[in-house]
């Protein structure tokens, strides 16, 4: 079995909650924490009230230049995407974990089909709903009324694209990794349960966030960029 202390390098719609929620089950971890996160920071007694607004959260954590403030607080599991690595400039964050968790296990999570993950996150940004957890959510995320943007999906593409690369040139470097694709675990955990180690695991299944614009919005899409790019 793999160490239990775990980070996950990824991009959204990668399929990263629903791998983290079969991990979190097979090895009983929390690895779905964000440490940027106000609520993660508050759960360790980081005194926050005087932060109002998502800008001033920003400006804060952008002050942190080497994170010496919040070194400390640096969770054992946790997931995070490339568009926040780059965002928050956290270039100096994996000497910091290494010394914390000498045997910490790095993961990178994608998703193969690019476009459908560059649509998926459209929809979410739009619809503001980034995870549904009952039927009635479900429900209600499917009911909204999606205008197709050409634009903000292929901004997503792009961010996407060779995320395994950019993830071993700008983190990882020559540090060892485990490489797993949302594809091969979608229908069938077994990779994961090979991966850490352990056989026969009952998973609780999550409820797929797919909405009906979905597959028009990937088909016009991949339409669209193959002339963009002609």
């Avoid at 160490?3 to 009983?28: D, M």
């Avoid at 568009?83 to 956290?90: C, D, F, K, V």
């Avoid at 594809?183 to 999550?206: A, T």
Wanted: include cysteine; proline fraction near 2%; hydrophobic fraction near 35%.
């Amino acid at each position: 079995m793999i160490s239990k202390n775990i980070w996950v390098l990824t991009h959204q719609r990668s399929g990263s909650s629903y791998f983290c929620s079969i991990v979190n089950q097979l090895l009983n971890i929390n690895l779905n924490e964000y440490f940027l996160d106000k609520i993660v920071l508050e759960n360790y007694k980081i005194d926050l009230s005087w932060c109002k607004d998502i800008e001033t959260w920003k400006k804060f954590l952008l002050k942190l230049e080497d994170f010496n403030s919040i070194k400390n607080l640096l969770p054992s599991c946790n997931k995070i995407h490339y568009s926040q690595y780059q965002q928050y400039e956290l270039f100096d964050v994996k000497k910091y974990l290494k010394k914390m968790y000498p045997d910490i296990v790095f993961i990178i999570l994608e998703r193969n089909n690019k476009i459908a993950a560059a649509v998926s996150a459209y929809i979410a940004e739009y619809t503001n709903i980034w995870a549904v957890h009952t039927i009635d959510n479900y429900n209600r995320f499917t009911r909204i009324n999606i205008p197709y943007n050409f634009n903000r999906i292929k901004n997503f593409y792009n961010l996407f694209l060779d995320i395994k690369n950019k993830w071993i040139e700008h983190f990882l470097y020559e540090d060892h990794y485990y490489y797993i694709t949302y594809e091969q675990f979608e229908d069938n955990q077994k990779n994961i349960s090979d991966l850490i180690g352990i056989k026969n695991s009952i998973i609780n299944r999550h409820i797929k966030q797919v909405h009906p614009k979905s597959l028009e919005f990937i088909e016009r899409f991949s339409n669209e960029i193959n002339n963009f790019y002609q």
